[in-house]
């Protein structure tokens, strides 16, 4: 249990930090929309897409209260309604023109306010917010969805396939890409399907998979293909946390294991592919090396978004 003094210094920082980024006005990020509109438009414009059911959970908010405000932004000309492709009598939310430019707008404007925040500050301390407000965010959220407490134990890592791990793997990824980025079956199955493929080459020396597990239950992974790049290139696959796992340090170990595997098998280049959006991600990637090498509009994940390459260069002595 947080001692009463941190509880309240927390309580403090927090209302500072409404007041200044301006949730106390009626309108937010130098626009003339509330702040939940605001957040709306944001998480259409990483999404690309989302439904109004996807908003409710996404936003902690009512169902009444984001179908009055979908429709504001609807009538505004700034989100639009488009059939599902999969079934025609649900639709998504998609920004218009002019959406994209408002969430353009509404970035750039976050994006000189963190900047210039940041200036007071060493770079220590930089990481050190970006870490504690990430790490924060998430235990917010997951009171909200009443996530149960992780245990006192730690995770086991271990290496290697285990009984499960495919359906597990795939569960954790739907399930996360699901709620945030509004994925379907689409994505589900083509991590089943990858994975299923990278099982049956798990014995070659180049390849290698990284579980963690508690209680017997897999609440993490990352998988090192070395074969399927070829040019002495490995592909690092299947980086997921379970919930309960996040802002624990376990991301990192596992991330460590595979680097230290690349590093032992003596490949070339590591490489990765995302989306744009995954700033925690990207963060730890980059930490361990990793930097954008290439960005393009793509398809590969089910749905239209802004993909990335990320490659860390093995250095030898």
Known sequence: MAAPELINDIRVASRQMVRELGFMNS???????????????????????????????LLGLEKSSVSRMLAKLIRAGELQEVPLAEDARYKKLV??????????????????????????????????????????????E???????????????????????????????HANYYSNHYGF???????????????????????????????DGRVVGSVAIDGEDLGNNEAHLRWFILDDICRGTGIGRQLLARAMQFCDEQQFSAVQLWT???????????????????????GEQWGRSMLEQQFTHAMERG
């Open 275 to 297: 989306f744009s959006g995954l700033h925690a991600a990207r963060r730890l990637y980059e930490s361990f090396g990793f930097r954008l090498t290439r960005e393009w509009q």
């Open 184 to 214: 379907g079956y689409f994505f589900e199955s083509k991590v089943a399907s990858g994975l299923a493929e990278f099982a049956g080459r798990l014995e070659s020396e180049r390849n290698n998979i990284w579980l963690a597990v508690l």
């Open 95 to 140: 920004l218009t023109a002019q959406g994209k430019e408002s969430v353009s707008r509404i970035n750039s404007y976050g994006e000189t306010r963190v900047q210039q925040a940041m200036e007071y500050l060493d770079p220590a301390r930089q990481s050190m917010v970006a870490s504690g407000l990430s790490a924060y965010a998430s235990a917010l």
């Open 27 to 57: 309108t937010l990020a130098a626009t003339d929309y509330s702040p939940s509109a605001v957040h709306t438009l944001l998480e259409v414009g990483m999404r690309g897409s989302v439904t109004a059911a996807q908003l409710v959970q």
């Open 142 to 172: 997951a009171c909200r969805k009443g996530t149960p407490l992780p245990p006192g134990d730690k995770p086991d890592i271990i290496t290697g396939y285990l009984p499960g791990m495919i359906g597990r793997i795939s569960e954790m």
